[in-house]
């Protein structure tokens, strides 16, 4: 039984949970805080107490949407790029995560260090043992993702396992090798799934469970084999990781996961029967809990779809990412003899159709099941803000929710309610694919990269679901790269990818792409008050309520090409990308550097010395 808190006890826990925003004047570096003794010790002993110190460490720790515009959302998939580094214009003070100041928020130390406390106190307290593994099962796995995501930017960081002590403990703290990093966080990720559960009762939604453990690892496992880290091709390191991510998927298949149904509705379905999801951070639009809504699909939409038309035109994707799909059979655009570069969109992979929205493509929003969305130059409905690729994402849309629930505000609430999963099922069993493609296992590759095919309408046709054009090693890894292109599309996995397989300076001397839409005489845009005789607008609106545009056959090639001339044009026009190596490991941040004098830099930038391959 929970024993009520005092008034002292809940004080000194709101105290520690917000300790950040007091920090700047007592800090020393990040690997302390204040006297431990401001947590009362008897916070230890009550499982509720306990709770809410771990709470807000899913709050600063689990991963949130990807934001368009950063450095680790930037590739060849989407429009909204860190142009610093799309045209390998960084610096050493350009990739902040580690840290931007000593704050709660900005220092991932300070996640680190609340991991560290909470294991330490609660193996101090006097909780029953079934408690105690449930909590710290959490605090490890948290931990372990915290320290995983600095190491896949920077390499080996100041490993600092338990809270110090600023009395006793050195806090010079240099950094750790990689491989004692990835080590650590393995260790971590093993005794969160030995302390975790497998499931979680519904009010507990968005805790990790052992699955999520276990699958984490193997990602880590198979990051650590990757040639980022890998360039050498260490094969007992992909026989690890494959042993890790098969232990993962079957743990997965034997607690009841499952691929969702209907990938257009895998965000969407945030119900018991999406048991495709297996870590996710929750998100919730009502006025209840106003500081718990995202402004992702404001942002998203077009422009016609969101208040006052004054949001929308984000995550635009490119004409690259609209190529890699695949056509209805698996068969790539260059290989297949169906493939109409004019009226692309027709016999696709169904991915592409739940993915991206494109000029005269029906996509329902604020449930109008029969809407179109335009993009033809000039249309008056986005003429506040038209997409710069000719294309947008309809992947991470609600269609049921109208313009006015699309915006968020923190103090009222709205906005999406969307949970961001952080990886699902799908995740799973690419890494299977990818690291048994690696460990010679070609067979068990295609077998993981069918399911995904097939669970996303791709016909067997007469090339196995387009994966007998994979005969070897080599063309089954690009079959798989490009899987994973159109399978996450937009959820912020392409960066990290191409960095993992050290392709992304691959991208340097190419441009990302987009179609312009430009109505053909005499057909044009707009709505006069005067028609111009002989011409036809697309915009105006005849009696019956209906415009010339919305009764056109566009899948007719002659009606398409008698109404639109598409072009396609460059979004790189003033230059070409330009990525060095260099970005395979990113340079500490002089803020942090200056936290202890035995920090090295990163080798290959100004002043490095620390190899990040060792």
Request: charged share 20%; aromatic share 10%.
């Amino acid at each position: 039984m929970k024993m009520k808190l005092s008034n002292t006890i809940i004080k000194t826990i709101t105290a520690a949970t917000l300790c950040g925003a007091v920090l700047t004047g007592c800090k020393k570096n990040f690997f302390d805080l204040p006297d431990q003794n401001g947590i009362d010790s008897r916070i230890w002993n009550d499982a509720g107490a306990v709770g809410q110190f771990l709470d807000r460490g899913y709050d600063l720790m689990m991963p949130s949407w990807p934001a368009p515009g950063t450095i680790h959302y930037t590739s060849d998939e989407l429009n909204n790029a860190n142009t610093t580094f799309l045209y390998g214009q960084l610096t050493d003070n350009s990739v902040t995560d580690v840290a931007t100041s000593n704050s709660i928020t900005a220092s991932r130390y300070f996640d680190i260090r609340r991991c560290n406390v909470g294991i330490d106190g609660i193996n101090g307290g006097t909780l029953d043992d079934a408690t105690k593994t449930k909590l710290k099962g959490q605090f490890f796995f948290l931990r372990a993702q915290t320290y995983f995501n600095l190491v896949r930017l920077y390499g080996g960081v100041p490993l600092v396992m338990h809270a110090q002590a600023i009395e006793s403990d050195d806090l010079n703290v240099p950094r750790a090798k990689t491989s004692v990093c990835i080590d650590s966080i393995v260790r971590d990720l093993d005794s969160a799934a030995a302390y975790l559960p497998t499931t979680w009762p519904a009010a507990d939604r968005g805790r990790v469970t052992q699955a999520a453990a276990l699958c984490l690892k193997g990602k880590v496992l198979m990051y650590w084999a990757s040639p980022q880290f890998n360039p050498t091709n260490i094969g007992s390191r992909w026989e690890n990781a494959y042993k890790a991510c098969r232990a993962a998927y079957d743990t997965c298949v034997a607690q009841g996961f499952a691929l969702y149904p209907t990938y257009a509705n895998i965000f969407v379905d945030e119900s018991v029967t999406n048991k495709e999801s297996i870590i996710i951070r929750v998100y919730d639009a009502t006025s209840v809990s106003p500081g718990r809504g995202t402004n992702t699909e404001y942002i998203t939409r077009p422009r016609s779809e969101t208040t006052a038309q004054a949001g929308g035109g984000s995550n635009q994707p490119t004409l690259n990412l609209v190529k890699a799909y695949t056509m209805k059979d698996g068969v790539p655009i260059s290989k297949s003899a169906d493939y109409d570069a004019t009226l692309f969109w027709l016999n696709r992979d169904p991915r592409f159709a739940a993915s991206i929205a494109y000029n005269g493509c029906t996509w329902p929003l604020s449930g109008n099941t029969s809407r179109k969305q335009w993009s033809y130059t000039g249309v008056l409905e986005e003429a506040s803000g038209l997409t710069a690729t000719g294309f947008y994402c309809r992947k991470i849309c609600n269609p049921t929710i109208n313009a006015a629930q699309t915006q968020y505000n923190s103090n009222s609430g709205g906005g999406s309610g969307m949970d961001w999963i952080e990886m699902r099922l799908a995740e799973v069993i690419m890494n299977v694919a990818e690291c048994a493609n690696e460990t010679s296992r070609l067979s068990e590759a295609k077998d993981m990269v069918r399911l995904i095919r097939i669970r996303a309408g791709i016909s067997a046709g007469s090339q196995d679901y387009g994966l007998s054009l994979a005969p070897d090693q080599t063309t089954m890894r690009d079959l798989i790269m490009n899987e994973r292109m159109v399978e996450f599309a937009m959820e912020g996995k392409r960066y990290h990818d191409l960095r993992r397989t050290r392709r992304l300076h691959l991208l340097t001397g190419t441009t990302r792409n987009g179609i312009k839409w430009d109505a053909k005489d005499p057909y044009v845009s707009g709505r006069p008050k005067t028609p111009v005789a002989g011409k036809i607008y697309l915009d105006s609106i005849y009696a019956s309520g209906i415009r010339p545009r919305d009764t056109a056959n566009l899948n007719n090639l002659s009606v398409y090409t008698k109404m639109f001339t598409p072009s396609e044009i460059s979004l790189d026009a003033t230059q070409a990308i330009s990525i060095p190596e260099l970005y395979y490991f990113y340079p500490l941040n002089t803020f942090f550097r200056q936290s202890s004098y035995l920090i090295e830099q990163t080798i290959g930038w100004p002043g490095g010395s620390f190899d990040p391959l060792q």
